[in-house]
């Protein structure tokens, strides 16, 4: 039997990502185990997903700040998820930058999910950027994290046409239909080639 990969997930908001990849463990498609789910939005409902699915949820307490992801939180993070036994970190909108601190812990080990065909359109609202530069095509990118702002190597890509009468909602809401087979197809890629 393929043995399952233990990871950990941060993100902020809805936590559609995160469910994907349960859903997609759960049908066998992905030899994984999801051990903790933190959020730095207390708020956020990927924590309620994770609780209902028996999956440890923690609030991620970043001494105030409102965007910053100060260094002693992510060494705090680094060492939850290191004591969750995790193996592999995936951001599933997890809006705050990472860096040198958990890389550290976990370099060549974090994965994210951008709603953009990276390198175009990294940081806030990618789909909004892209309808505002009026492109006929964005995306979504998995890709490795590294200490710049969605710029680590690219793991899979998905392409979404942008189509007439779009508004920004409508092209998010098809660009993450496709988030949610590349994240899943990415970790396999990466399991693959980490055994
Ligand atoms: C996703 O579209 C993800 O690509 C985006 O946030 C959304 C989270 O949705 N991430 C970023 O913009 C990161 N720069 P979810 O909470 O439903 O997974």
Same mark, same amino acid.
């Given at each position: 039997m393929e043995k399952k990969r233990k990871i950990g997930v941060l993100g902020s $908001?809805? $936590?559609?990502?995160?469910?994907? @990849? @349960? #859903?997609?463990?759960?049908? $066998?498609?992905l030899a994984a185990e999801i051990v903790l789910v933190m959020s730095d939005n207390p708020d +956020? *409902? =990927?924590?309620?997903?994770?609780?209902?699915?028996?999956?440890?949820?923690?609030? =991620?307490?970043?001494?105030? *700040?409102q965007s910053k992801f100060p260094d002693h939180c992510q060494e705090r993070v680094g060492k939850r998820l290191q004591?969750?036994?995790?193996?592999?970190?995936?951001?599933? +909108?997890?809006?705050?930058?990472?860096?040198?601190?958990?890389? #550290?812990? *976990?370099? +060549?080990? =974090?994965?994210?999910?951008?709603?953009?065909l990276l390198p175009h359109f990294p940081g806030l609202e990618a789909w909004r950027q892209a309808i505002d530069a009026g492109v006929a095509e964005s995306g979504c990118t998995v890709h490795y994290v590294d !200490? +710049?702002? #969605?710029t680590g190597p690219?793991?899979?890509q998905r392409q979404v046409p942008v189509l007439q009468g779009d508004t !920004?909602?409508? @092209?998010?809401?098809?660009i993450q239909e496709q988030e949610h087979i590349a994240y899943p197809e990415a970790l396999k890629l990466v399991f693959?080639?980490?055994?």
């Open positions: $908001g809805s $936590g559609s990502n995160m469910q994907a @990849l @349960l #859903d997609a463990i759960e049908v $066998g498609e +956020g *409902y =990927i924590l309620e997903r994770a609780r209902q699915a028996g999956i440890p949820a923690e609030v =991620i307490d970043c001494a105030g *700040y004591e969750a036994g995790a193996e592999f970190v995936c951001l599933a +909108g997890f809006m705050r930058l990472v860096k040198q601190p958990l890389l #550290d812990v *976990y370099g +060549g080990k =974090i994965l994210n999910i951008h709603p953009s !200490a +710049g702002m #969605d690219v793991i899979v !920004a909602e409508t @092209l998010h809401e098809r693959a080639q980490s055994p």
